[in-house]
């Protein structure tokens, strides 16, 4: 059983940052892509940011300059920090990840519970 567990949101002001974490525990051969997923009320689910095992990290247009994403291998967790907060990045922010649980098995997509971003003006 695969879990992701997300942590490290809440209300912050326009301008302050904060940091989010992911972490992935259970039954894990290996994990490809890493990434973050963000829906506002009313909206789609959107693509914040993803970092694959190899190659080229691609971010939003919205949070360029302004979120990292980063990975702990070791410790199968991935981060975002966000700097330069802004009220339209209000939203419940998602972590994904594919997994491949054992040696035997196919690639899949995890995601997380989601934690909840506010943003006040």
């Known amino acids: 059983q695969v879990q992701l567990v997300e942590s490290g949101g809440g209300l912050v002001q326009a301008g302050g940052s904060l940091r989010l974490s992911c972490a992935a525990s259970?039954?894990?051969?290996?994990?490809?892509?890493m990434a973050w997923y963000r829906q506002a009320p009313g909206k789609q689910r959107e693509l914040v940011a993803i970092m694959p095992s190899r190659g080229s990290i691609i971010y939003a247009d919205s949070v360029k300059g302004r979120f990292t994403i980063s990975r702990d291998n070791a410790k199968n967790t991935v981060y975002l920090q966000m700097n330069s907060l802004k009220p339209e990045d209000t939203a419940v922010y998602y972590c994904?990840?594919?997994?491949?649980?054992?040696?035997?098995?196919?690639?899949?997509?995890?995601w997380g519970q989601g934690t909840q971003v506010t943003v006040s003006s």
């Open positions: 259970g039954s894990i051969n290996s994990i490809n892509a």
């Open positions: 994904n990840a594919d997994i491949r649980p054992s040696y035997w098995s196919n690639y899949r997509a995890y």
